[in-house]
């Protein structure tokens, strides 16, 4: 996974227990609209990647914020944009949606 060991990361199991605790934060969709459509994680809003610098506004740089994407690699760059941006509380998820397809498949997260 490129760019992973250079941001912070959050498992599936961790977002699941911050999903339940903490609805407070941000949860960021960074693919497109298409794979948006086919799958997400319930309660993220969609900001594909490359559109990401003309939306900064829209996000609390204050909040806690956890990015993903397909596996991985978009959203840590993400993460790694939005930490230049002043977003110091932005971590990426592990192993993106798939991870998140897998435990769900396993029922050890929700739906």
Known sequence: ??????????????LSQKIAQD????????REQDEY???HIPTSVLIPLGQLPAHLGELDPQKDIVVYCHSGGRSARAVAFLQASGFRHAKNLVGGILEWQNHQARGTVGP
């Open 37 to 39: 459509d086919a799958a």
């Open 1 to 14: 996974m490129l760019f992973s060991s250079a941001v912070p990361e959050i498992t599936v199991l961790e």
């Open 23 to 30: 609805p407070r934060f941000i949860l960021l969709d960074v």
